[in-house]
């Protein structure tokens, strides 16, 4: 057993990361399926957008042709709205939601649909948006992801003058840097960013970071307002013996290393333990299968009626070859050499519901042995406390307390995203970022 690269061959890194979403092959296809569409009155798939997209007029906009205007109705909602069209867990949002579901008929690629639009209008450069005349006021956005991007398109939209502040050299935050490289590529998402900023009016100042070359103070001395949208940190610490040998892996640092390096430098056991089942576990799973270790174990403390992936995610790591161990939670991590060999994990039952709501894991007093040389840490992502305290920033355990209005306890400072939420959906972030720049251009009248 070993933590090694290039284990496979070029066309094998090419197959396994290429789009698992792949686009309609012909125009033809892509009508067919937007004629099936109902275009319900008080459609069910825009009330479970959380960006509320007019779905029914933008599949209505691709029948007759109109890509432009197709892609206009997206990005008026949502300016990421390209990038969700491959990263949504739309199997709980639009397409689940599609009267076609709840008669268990295949509902309308919506998704697929989206993309068509959005992808044409991203490549092409439409301009399909103008600002408004300048209002002589200028708003920083910190942090370059989903939330901070559609904060800065809807204010300058508006007429503001917005400068980002972003500590890496890329924009898209985790859309760049933590979602899996088979649904979005870095390429597109740089495409992305170039398109939301073509509009004018948003400069963003890479490689400055929060805490380090810049400051809040100085931000609100030179800013009529300031918006946080920072995200959360790395994977949230284990607390078990062991956590310190080889082979432990934070699961964001290893997807971030994929994003970020050409496949063949990354490192991958041969057996590969990964803890916890939300989005970043599955994530890391399948991609380090699809790096090529030969058997990856997923240890989850509940049952699946629990886990917050959704089934697609689950069936997408099984397909995989990922196995699932139920019911288990790591008790520590056992090393030879510095080098991990061993993860003990006890076996759980369930309890009494937590304050989430869902039943919580018990230890039974037994335990279970699995051989493995790498674990991955994925059980949620620490907020940044330090920096948020420090800033005397009022927050639930790093995350940063927002008021009805986004505004934070600082006056002029105004919040969003995970960095508020803790960590949902890009979708999400997009939304907190409008409701956020709606907040401003109200605080700046
Ligand atoms: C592994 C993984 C997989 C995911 N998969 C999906 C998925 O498939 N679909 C989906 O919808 N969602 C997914 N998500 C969730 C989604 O990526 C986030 O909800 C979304 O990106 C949040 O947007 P945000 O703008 O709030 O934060 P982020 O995307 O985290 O952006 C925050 C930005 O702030 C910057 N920043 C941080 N600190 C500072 C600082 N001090 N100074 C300056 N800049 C700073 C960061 O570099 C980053 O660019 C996934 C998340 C992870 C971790």
Known sequence: MAIVNNRLTAEQYEANFSDIHPPFETRNAALVEANRCLFCYDAPCVKSCPTSIDIPKFIRQI????????????????????GCSKVCPVEKLCEGSC?????????????????LSTEKAI?????????????????????????????AHTLSREGIDVTVFEKESKGGGLMTYGIAAYKVTPQFCEDEVNFITSLGGIVIQYNQELGKTVSLSDLQQNYDAVYL????????????????LRGVEDAIRFIYDIRTSGFP????????????????????????????????????????DEMPCTEVELDLAKLDGCRIVWLAAPQEIVGQNGQVTQLICNRMRLGEPDASGRRSPVET??????????????AGQMPFEELVSINQLENRKGKITIDGACSTNLNGVFAGGDCVNGGKEVVDAVQAGKDGAKAILAFLK
Request: net charge positive; glycine share 10%.
């Open 365 to 378: 007093g037994e335990t279970i042995t699995l051989d493995v040389d790498m674990v991955i840490k994925a």
């Open 63 to 82: 029948t007759t042709d109109n890509l432009k205007g197709s892609a206009h109705t997206i990005f008026s909602a949502n300016i990421m709205g390209g």
């Open 123 to 151: 490549a092409e450069k439409w301009p399909l948006f103008q600002r408004k005349p300048s209002q002589n006021k200028n708003v920083a956005v910190v942090g370059a992801g989903p939330a901070g991007l559609s904060c």
């Open 229 to 244: 949208s920072v995200g959360v940190g790395l994977a949230r610490q284990l607390d078990i013996p062991g956590e310190n």
């Open 265 to 304: 430098s990354i490192p991958v056991g041969d057996r590969v333990a990964v803890i916890g089942l939300g989005m970043t576990a599955i994530d890391a799973a399948t991609q380090a299968k699809r790096l090529g270790a030969s058997e990856v174990t997923i240890i989850y403390r509940r049952t699946q």
């Open 99 to 115: 009267v076609y579901t709840l008669m268990d008929e295949p509902p309308i690629p919506i998704a697929k649909l989206q993309r």
